[in-house]
């Protein structure tokens, strides 16, 4: 069987397969979301929040990590996101608004975030840096205790706060970079290396 390649990278793999199901999945999530069909729409984004979590770890564990997939997993993540958020102010925003100051912080982070990204390489800032793959997890668990168990205020705190820093991060780490590449682990380990030159 032939291996579909994409500028010298083989894509065809689990990983990519795990992101592409939740671009594909997006549009009946938002359906699910937008008509207001609550339950529908928690297994079907928690599917994809497990998913995100699967994608990447198994990229990493079996060294199917590409710089095609880095991009394909971070729009699947933004629409993931769009998602979780889209339902969290349809089902949920009662119990949020009087801590929303935070999550439109973390939201300014985040846009900031592709904005440096299209500015300095014309591209989706395909990082995966530690502190933001752990937020992802964190904000993953928020967004099913969430819709599942209910509204914590010190695991929002913990989820979004976190999720704000690592944005801030992936600003300073793109301000760093010559180019968006895959294995940046964050900004301490960019400016070890620096020293180390």
């Known amino acids: 069987m032939k291996q579909l390649t994409i500028k010298g990278e083989k894509v065809l793999n689990v990983p990519n397969l795990l992101s592409l199901y939740r671009l594909l999945v997006f549009p009946v ?47 699947a993540d933004i ?9 969290l102010f349809i ?34 800032p395909g990082l995966h840096l530690y502190s933001a793959v752990s937020a992802g997890y964190l904000q993953g668990i928020f967004f099913f205790v969430l819709f599942v168990f209910g509204f914590w205020p010190w695991f929002y705190y913990l989820a979004i706060g976190w999720g704000t820093l690592a944005y801030i991060e992936k600003i300073l780490v793109l301000f760093k970079l ?3 590449k895959i294995g940046v682990k964050g ?3 960019l400016l070890k290396k620096e020293q180390n030159t």
């Not at 995100?52 to 199917?64: E, Q, S, T």
């Not at 439109?104 to 440096?116: K, T």
Request: charged residues 15%; contains cysteine.
């Open 91 to 124: 089902f949920k925003w009662d119990v949020i608004e009087p801590h929303g100051w935070i999550l439109f912080l973390f939201l300014g982070a985040f846009i900031l975030s592709y904005i440096v990204s299209f500015l300095r390489f014309g591209k989706i």
């Open 79 to 87: 629409v993931t996101y769009a998602m979780a958020l889209t339902g």
């Open 178 to 180: 010559d180019d968006i």
């Open 29 to 75: 999530i938002l359906y699910m979301a937008l008509t207001g069909k609550e339950e529908t729409f928690v297994v079907l984004l928690c599917i994809s929040l497990v998913s995100d979590i699967l994608d990447g770890n198994i990229a990493r564990f079996f060294k199917l990590q590409t710089n095609f997939g880095a991009a394909l997993d971070n729009l």
């Open 187 to 189: 900004l301490y380990w």
